[in-house]
């Protein structure tokens, strides 16, 4: 266990106000070994919020491989220091998000937090973050709010906001030229931000979106939600499902003999991380995302021969992120030679990385969200296959934000 007991506590508060001051300990740290200097020695203490169990187990554990993959890159350390990673199971919960992100703060005690992956999570977990100022990297969770009004300056984020994957598929179906369309989705932030995300993309061609079908979350009972869209017969349907829920409702479609009827699309979610178990039901499906499987980069391709040869499966988007948000640290805290607590100089750091990810070089915007490309993509024998680029550097309109 890393301890930082050799250390006076410094308040992340009172490390927000020094900002810059860190940095001049170390240029003077010469002659006395200053504060730093020792708690140097310590572990620097990384936690995860992420789910263990649950819909989205899979993709807390393909973002927690690959953040493990970076740090191994890195060699092991962030800015000199070992590595401490304490993992805690979300359960993608939001009731006990609060209560979680209190324990990695004050019990825990760690410098920087790595979570969520549930939009419901996320709400919770960014108000005690920007409260408490602890540096926290989000490797999934897309809620709008947290790179929108609920900006901070100790807040990144290294996957998407749920606009974002939706935009360039409602882009994509109002240029083929499709004019009806139901939207069904889990009924939290997630699936709603992504259905808006959806409609302004499509929106203003002339289209209508004949129905909106929300399914609470993480239940998987999607049989009224089949029989209703049979009836309406649209040209598409725009989903939003992903790990455990996305199998089941793909696979369920096809049952009910939809595959061939009416065109079914989404945010990649919906076939990522998951083809194998889908089957032949996932096959052809088209999805927008920020990631392909087949993208050709020296960085996917190197990420992906690692992610496979470590674990023994393929990656997918989610650990992208999580490899990204190892980077983006490695970025931050390498450039403060591991003093976490010089947190304007580590923020100023990350916000001008550019991110050499496997999607493809990307930078965050002024609301510490990615800058980034948008592909759509067709499965292909278990596959995410690029069909072509569909939104080129697409940012998050981060409405609210006044970072
Ligand atoms: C979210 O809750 O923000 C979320 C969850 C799973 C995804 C994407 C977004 O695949």
Redesign the pocket.
Known sequence: MGKNNHRKPVSRRSALGLIGAGAGVIAAGTALPTKFAIGAQAKIKVGTLLPYSGT?TW?GESITNSLELAFANAGGKLGGREIDLIKVDSE?KPPKAAELTNKLINQEKVDIIVG???????MAMAKIAREEGTLTVIP????DQVTGPLCSPNIFRT??S?WQPGHPMGKVLAEEGKKKVVLCYWG????K??AQGFKDGFMGGGGEIVKEIAVPFPKVEFQAALTEIASLKPEAVYV?F??GG?VKFVKDWAAAGLKDKIELVG?G?LT?GVTKAQGAAAEGIRTTLHYADTLDNPANRAYRAAYKKAYGKEAD??GVQGFDAGQLIQAGVGAVRGDVAAMGDMVKAMEGAVIDSPRGQWVLSSAHNPVQNFYLRRVKNGVNEVVRLAEENLADPATGCRA
């Open positions: 989205y993709l993608a969520p992956v549930h939009s419901g999570v996320a999934n969770a897309g809620a996957s998407f749920n939290y932030g997630a699936g931000q992504s939003f992903a790990g996305a945010p979610f990522e988007v989610y």
